[in-house]
């Protein structure tokens, strides 16, 4: 079955670690996203990638990075700099980036700060 | 700048009654909107879309949005609730760069018995 798959499904994080989210896809699709979700606060982008080797800040960028060295693949590295990192995190991917094709979701992350 | 507006955090009706979900849009090039459903600890699934064409699209589960232009909304609805549909619902629109999506805070529906 193709899909998107995220790991681990729940992180504990001490502060000031770092921690690497996993997104990996099947889907052959080029343009990846990693979302922030917030209680109330609706889905904020973090990175999105449109090909490999190429990736953009969305609008929480920062305490964050990602890397996109394969199509499949599109890691977040949650910094020690992001101060509050406790969220539900998603990745998506879409086909193509392109404003009509739709975005498909992973099962999500949920990191929590101890 | 797109942004995107729910109406009511929280939506409560009956079984059997008709649900809509409110949304409108705000968008200086012509919109690409979506509906997905979330629920509890999962991700997002597409309802429907809007791109072109037929301004009423039919999406799963018995789901419909209609694109209105003159009132800029996109707003959900179905005509019989049930159950199962209790969840988290977003209205999205496309971005105009990259396909990014504003997501709207999101609207969540309890169906009671």
């Known amino acids: 079955d193709g899909g998107i798959t995220q790991s681990p499904k729940y992180l504990f994080r001490k502060e000031g670690q770092n921690v690497t989210l996993s997104c990996e896809q099947n889907?052959?699709?080029?343009?990846m996203y990693w979302y922030r979700q917030d209680p109330g606060q609706g889905l904020r982008l973090i990175y999105y990638?449109?090909?490999?080797?190429?990736?953009q800040k969305g609008d929480i960028a920062e305490g964050y990075s990602v890397s996109r060295e394969k199509k499949e693949s599109f890691p977040l590295t949650v910094t020690s700099a992001q101060k509050n990192p406790t969220a539900f995190y998603l990745c998506?991917?879409?086909?193509?980036?392109?404003?009509?094709?739709?975005?498909?979701f992973g099962p999500g992350t949920r990191l929590t700060v101890l | 700048a797109q942004s995107v507006t729910q109406l009511g955090s929280h939506v409560s009706v009956s079984e059997g009654a008709l649900v809509l979900l409110r949304c409108n849009y705000s968008?200086?090039?012509?919109?690409?909107l979506f509906w997905y459903v979330q629920y509890p600890n999962q991700g997002l699934q597409l309802l429907l879309k809007?791109?072109?064409?037929?301004?009423l699209v039919k999406g799963i589960n018995g789901f419909e949005a209609e694109f209105k232009k003159s009132e800029t909304s996109f707003h959900l609805t179905k005509p019989s609730a049930h159950m199962s549909d209790a969840a988290e619902y977003f209205c999205?629109?496309?971005?105009?760069?990259?396909?990014?999506?504003?997501f709207g805070q999101g609207t969540e529906l309890s169906v009671k018995p």
């Open positions: 998506a991917s879409s086909i193509v980036p392109g404003g009509y094709n739709e975005q498909f």
């Open positions: 889907l052959n699709h080029d343009a």
């Open positions: 990638s449109q090909i490999v080797n190429d990736f």
């Open positions: 968008s200086s090039v012509p919109p690409y």
């Open positions: 809007y791109t072109t064409g037929a301004t």
């Open positions: 999205a629109v496309s971005g105009s760069q990259g396909g990014k999506l504003i």
